[in-house]
């Protein structure tokens, strides 16, 4: 009977033990968690600050854009952030993200726009195409996102927003024509986007 009387209270026991274990580490998990997020938002606050500014010329904005923004809902319905650039209290131009479905995922560009609605930069921030072929559209390899700087709806005129196989201005890759089709269509829809909004946008200019 004592025998029996041992398990018994070993087997109460282990259940007991165990979830002690599991409380204590969860516990842990939560603090190690919060004593380290400001640092995670801290880094992630500053790798957006530095896209948003690739896609603005130097010394174009005197403002923090982080904290310079507006939201408004995007062609897809769900709420677009939009960063404004000042210099001297005067919206100046504007960064957000466009997308656009490629070949093997969608691509995501930060495009930044003048007040004029013409285009100051393109950086493509994520995407899934191919290694060697569809990663040229990354400026760390290759030049050809830089083909968008100073373009505008109008120059090149709408039908020229295209590859130079579908009949439009911008080159497409050997053996990739699908991604570079789907950036130039991304920052086509970013373009028509701010030109819908233009007026929207630049009459937060007082805010």
């Not at 982080?66 to 919206?91: E, Q």
Request: aromatic share 6%; hydrophobic share 40%.
């Amino acid at each position: 009977m004592s025998t029996l009387a041992e398990w018994r209270d070993r087997l109460s026991y282990q259940p007991l033990s165990l979830g002690f274990i599991a409380l204590a580490t969860s516990a842990a998990l939560v603090l190690a968690n919060q004593m380290t997020r400001p640092k995670i938002v801290e880094a992630e606050e500053r790798d957006l600050q530095t896209s948003l500014t690739e896609v603005l010329p130097a010394g174009y904005a005197d403002n923090n854009l982080l904290k310079d923004t507006i939201s408004l809902a995007g062609d897809d319905g769900k709420p677009l952030t939009i960063y404004r650039a000042r210099k001297a209290g005067a919206v100046n131009g504007v960064v957000f993200r466009t997308s656009s479905r490629g070949y093997a995922g969608d691509v995501v560009v930060l495009i930044g726009i003048d007040a004029q609605g013409t285009m100051l930069g393109a950086r493509v921030i994520k995407h899934q195409e191919t290694p060697g072929l569809g990663d040229k559209i990354e400026v760390a390899k290759s030049k050809w996102i830089r083909a968008f700087e100073g373009k505008s709806l109008e120059s090149p005129p709408a039908e020229k927003w295209a590859v130079k196989k579908d009949g439009g201005v911008f080159d497409q890759f050997a053996g990739a024509t699908i991604t570079p089709r789907a950036v130039v269509k991304a920052v086509k829809q970013g373009m028509t986007f701010y030109a819908a909004h233009r007026e929207e946008i630049l009459a937060a200019n007082s805010n």
